[in-house]
Protein backbone atom coordinates (compact mmCIF):
# COMPACT_ATOMS: atom_id res chain seq x y z
CA UNK A 1 0.00 0.00 0.00
CA UNK A 2 1.42 3.63 -0.95
CA UNK A 3 1.52 6.13 0.91
CA UNK A 4 -0.92 8.75 -1.30
CA UNK A 5 -1.52 11.90 1.24
CA UNK A 6 -2.00 15.20 -0.65
CA UNK A 7 -0.02 18.31 0.41
CA UNK A 8 -1.84 21.98 -0.06
CA UNK A 9 -0.20 25.05 0.61
CA UNK A 10 -2.72 27.51 2.11
CA UNK A 11 -2.37 30.72 3.82
CA UNK A 12 -6.11 31.14 4.66
CA UNK A 13 -9.77 30.37 3.94
CA UNK A 14 -11.65 31.66 1.50
CA UNK A 15 -14.92 30.77 2.16
CA UNK A 16 -16.60 28.20 4.56
CA UNK A 17 -19.77 26.02 4.29
CA UNK A 18 -22.14 23.52 6.07
CA UNK A 19 -24.39 21.12 3.92
CA UNK A 20 -25.91 17.79 5.38
CA UNK A 21 -23.45 17.64 7.90
CA UNK A 22 -20.23 18.43 6.32
CA UNK A 23 -18.05 21.75 6.67
CA UNK A 24 -16.42 22.58 3.38
CA UNK A 25 -13.82 24.83 3.93
CA UNK A 26 -12.08 26.63 0.52
CA UNK A 27 -8.30 26.94 1.59
CA UNK A 28 -6.49 30.12 -0.48
CA UNK A 29 -3.21 30.99 -1.37
CA UNK A 30 -2.15 34.59 -1.49
CA UNK A 31 -1.81 35.66 -5.06
CA UNK A 32 0.79 37.51 -6.90
CA UNK A 33 -1.80 40.52 -7.01
CA UNK A 34 -2.12 39.62 -3.08
CA UNK A 35 -5.54 38.70 -3.71
CA UNK A 36 -6.64 35.17 -1.77
CA UNK A 37 -6.97 32.44 -4.69
CA UNK A 38 -8.59 29.45 -4.21
CA UNK A 39 -6.02 26.46 -3.77
CA UNK A 40 -8.01 23.32 -2.55
CA UNK A 41 -10.95 22.27 -0.33
CA UNK A 42 -10.98 20.76 3.29
CA UNK A 43 -14.28 18.42 3.94
CA UNK A 44 -14.59 17.77 7.72
CA UNK A 45 -17.56 15.80 8.69
CA UNK A 46 -19.45 18.58 11.35
CA UNK A 47 -18.93 16.11 14.39
CA UNK A 48 -15.02 15.95 14.06
CA UNK A 49 -15.52 20.23 13.37
CA UNK A 50 -14.65 20.74 17.09
CA UNK A 51 -11.72 17.90 17.43
CA UNK A 52 -9.95 19.48 14.43
CA UNK A 53 -10.52 22.83 15.64
CA UNK A 54 -9.39 22.04 19.41
CA UNK A 55 -6.24 20.07 17.44
CA UNK A 56 -5.11 23.03 15.54
CA UNK A 57 -5.46 24.99 19.10
CA UNK A 58 -3.59 22.89 21.05
CA UNK A 59 -0.83 22.58 18.23
CA UNK A 60 -0.63 26.68 17.95
CA UNK A 61 -0.25 27.04 21.78
CA UNK A 62 2.87 24.61 21.14
CA UNK A 63 3.99 26.71 18.96
CA UNK A 64 4.03 29.75 20.83
CA UNK A 65 5.19 28.33 23.79
CA UNK A 66 8.39 27.02 21.77
CA UNK A 67 9.02 30.63 20.04
CA UNK A 68 9.07 31.82 23.76
CA UNK A 69 11.83 29.19 24.64
CA UNK A 70 13.79 30.51 22.39
CA UNK A 71 13.39 34.18 22.49
CA UNK A 72 16.72 35.54 24.05
CA UNK A 73 16.57 37.35 27.34
CA UNK A 74 15.84 41.07 26.90
CA UNK A 75 19.08 43.22 27.60
CA UNK A 76 18.36 46.62 29.76
CA UNK A 77 20.79 48.50 27.22
CA UNK A 78 19.76 46.79 23.58
CA UNK A 79 18.70 49.77 21.28
CA UNK A 80 16.23 47.95 19.22
CA UNK A 81 14.86 44.47 19.82
CA UNK A 82 14.96 41.72 16.68
CA UNK A 83 12.11 40.23 15.56
CA UNK A 84 11.04 36.92 16.84
CA UNK A 85 12.41 34.16 14.85
CA UNK A 86 10.39 31.05 13.57
CA UNK A 87 12.55 28.28 13.65
CA UNK A 88 12.92 26.37 10.50
CA UNK A 89 11.73 22.91 11.76
CA UNK A 90 10.35 20.78 14.65
CA UNK A 91 7.65 18.27 15.08
CA UNK A 92 4.63 18.09 17.87
CA UNK A 93 3.47 14.65 19.17
Given at each position: M?????????D???????????????????????????????????V??????????????????????????????????????????????
Amino acid sequence: MSDARLTIFADGILDASVTYGVARLTLAQTGAEGRPLPCGQLVVPLVQLPSFVNSLAGLLKQLEAKLKEQQPQPQAEAPEAAPPSVPGAFRFG
